[in-house]
């Protein structure tokens, strides 16, 4: 049996294990989501190599008895040290390892969620600092694709109808759909109303960025502006999705 294995590995999450190990988790290419324990203490080279956001060649040993994995080696190739100059960089990435980590990686399309993360962080590591919300949205907003739970933004789920270009459809949380307002019953006084109980109110601009951006590499998406409306509706479609899917909302997502 191998005992020595070698991959493209993105770095998660670091935390102590022990007096002085720390526990490493990180998204490989090869085979989703990787757990192993880094030995040494502070002068260990592998404090600074093994640090969230790095990305690069990682060399593992796996004991088969005790079922273990121990990182031997792992060769850097993308540091990406702006993220950590900026806040707001650097809480939108957290967030993006976060839901990366708690979603097992997306569960098995392991070389899109290795794409995806590391184009994101990619794009965030010289973000301007009103972009990074935008780059989170479109992460979710892929990441949502490759869980096989992003919605049909064009079409009402019951009856089929196509939605005008200035219309509106309603997200109803409960089941995880889209419906046009007169499926829902529903017809606001107020076009820019956001919603009201398990109901999600989006408006035609959030439709048409979405639609603009979903092929876009995230690096572009400066020159993709998005209204205040529209970016509150994308938030809050957005980790509704995700908190369904996970049973749960994410801290990191109120940081960004």
Known sequence: MERNHTYS?????VRPSGQS???AFFLTQETGILRATVFGGPTSKFRALVSPFHEGRLWVYHNPVRDSWKVTDFDVQSWRLGIREQYRRAMT??????????SQGSGGAWAGAWAVANRTLDALDHAEE???IRIFIHFLWNWALLLGLRPSINRCASCTCEAPADGLLLWNDSEGTLYCPSCAGFFPEEPGSLGF??????GPGLRRWLGAVENQDPEVLGGYPLDLPSLGEARALLTRIMARALGKRLPGWDRV
């Open 9 to 13: 590995a993105l770095v998660l999450k």
């Open 21 to 23: 190990n720390r526990e």
């Open 93 to 102: 990435a957290g967030a993006v390892l976060e839901l990366v980590l708690e």
């Open 130 to 132: 009103g972009v990074c």
């Open 197 to 202: 109980g398990e109901w999600l109110v989006l």
